[in-house]
């Protein structure tokens, strides 16, 4: 899923989204609700109107860029108290004010606001923090209870740090919510990569086959097919997006670094597997004058080509799903 965080993925259009198939965006309570502000996008007729995307929208809880702005928070039962990164100004989010957000944008899916417990953790930390972010989505899901929400379904948030034990406990409390999805939070935020796959499969394993079972903020293209052979049905990542304007491109060969002075006068295509628009029509010398020069056209090009690999790459995990083939691990994909 490729990250709308404003309300728009970085450096593409909608129109360009659609063509390369892209079936659903995220977009993110916290800073939607800092700028232009909820109620407006209620008043132009909710997310999907006012960001012209038809399609399906998951919004993230504000959650974790509470977590990653840490500097300017304070944690406590009712809520999050911070200071806006915009201006300074404080704001409580709560459980519920988070809901209110949601569905006052409109998402299809809404997540359950959550403590994102920061890695490393001590037991006890992230015992508190996987307490916290129960109680929290049971507050979340007595406010669909209440006002039942047609055409918005709750997804609640596996945490519990590092501890196997913790995940594989959340799991299952979340699950006796009997909630329509479910993710596991608190991934790739900085742990060695096998800690999460560990992490991951001790979810998963509690989790229910006929749900949907989404892994937030991951990964690469290699990840992707480990996290799905684990039994992950859904993934956002800025990676795609970020590497881009940064000139980092995943191919089938592997990451290419465009800025390199060794495709100065490389005239073949960026990806010659690639059946994207940018690997059709540019070669590697032209994206990379692009990049060194600074245009905005590099980052628009970038940005195409990586998210055309991730969908793809999704696209052929289904596919393998569907042949009953899914590789155990893939080498090649960067």
């Given at each position: 899923m490729p990250v709308g965080t404003r309300a728009t993925v970085k450096a593409i259009s909608q129109t360009e989204l659609e063509a390369i198939g892209a079936e659903?965006?995220?977009?993110?309570?916290?800073?939607?609700?800092?700028?232009?502000?909820?109620?407006?996008?209620?008043?132009?007729?909710?997310?999907?109107r006012f960001a012209a995307w038809p399609h399906p929208i998951l919004t993230d809880s504000g959650g974790f860029q509470v977590f990653s702005l840490s500097t300017l928070n304070k944690i406590e039962e009712d809520g999050v108290t911070f200071r806006s990164h915009l201006d300074g100004s404080q704001h409580q989010l709560t459980p519920e004010l988070s809901m209110a957000i949601q569905r006052a944008l409109g998402s299809d899916i809404v997540m359950a606001f959550d403590d994102c417990t920061p890695y490393p953790a001590t037991e006890p930390v992230a015992r508190a923090s996987l307490e916290r972010t129960l109680r929290w989505a049971e507050r979340c899901r007595q406010v669909f209870e209440r006002e039942p929400s047609p055409g918005q379904a709750l997804f609640g948030i596996v945490q519990g740090?590092?501890?196997?034990?913790?995940?594989?406990?959340?799991?299952?409390?979340?699950?006796?919510?009997?909630?329509?999805?479910?993710?596991i939070g608190g991934v790739s935020v900085g742990e060695p990569r096998e800690l999460s796959y560990e992490m991951v499969r001790a979810a998963v394993a509690e989790l229910p086959p006929d749900k949907p079972r989404y892994l937030m903020g991951v990964g690469t293209p290699a990840e992707l097919v480990r996290y799905a052979q684990l039994g992950i049905?859904?993934?956002?990542?800025?990676?795609?997006t970020r590497n881009a304007r940064n000139?980092?491109?995943?191919?089938?060969?592997?990451?290419?670094?465009?800025?390199?002075?060794?495709?100065a006068q490389d005239a073949g295509p960026l990806d010659p597997a690639c059946g994207c628009a940018v690997c059709?029509?540019?070669?590697?010398?032209?994206?990379?004058?692009?990049?060194?020069s600074g245009e905005i056209l590099a980052c628009m090009l970038n940005t195409h080509h990586?998210?055309?690999?991730?969908?793809?790459?999704?696209?052929?995990?289904?596919?393998?799903?569907?042949?009953?083939?899914?590789?155990?691990?893939?080498?090649?994909?960067?």
């Open positions: 659903i965006i995220l977009g993110n309570t916290y800073h939607l609700y800092l700028r232009p502000g909820h109620q407006l996008i209620a008043a132009m007729g909710g997310l999907h740090s590092s501890y196997p034990n913790l995940r594989r406990e959340a799991a299952q409390r979340l699950v006796a919510m009997d909630l329509p999805g479910y993710a049905d859904m993934m956002d990542c800025v990676l795609p000139g980092l491109l995943f191919t089938s060969e592997g990451p290419v670094s465009i800025k390199n002075a060794r495709y059709r029509r540019y070669s590697r010398a032209y994206l990379r004058h692009l990049f060194q990586n998210l055309y690999h991730y969908l793809d790459t999704m696209r052929q995990l289904r596919h393998a799903i569907e042949l009953e083939r899914l590789p155990e691990r893939d080498a090649h994909r960067g």
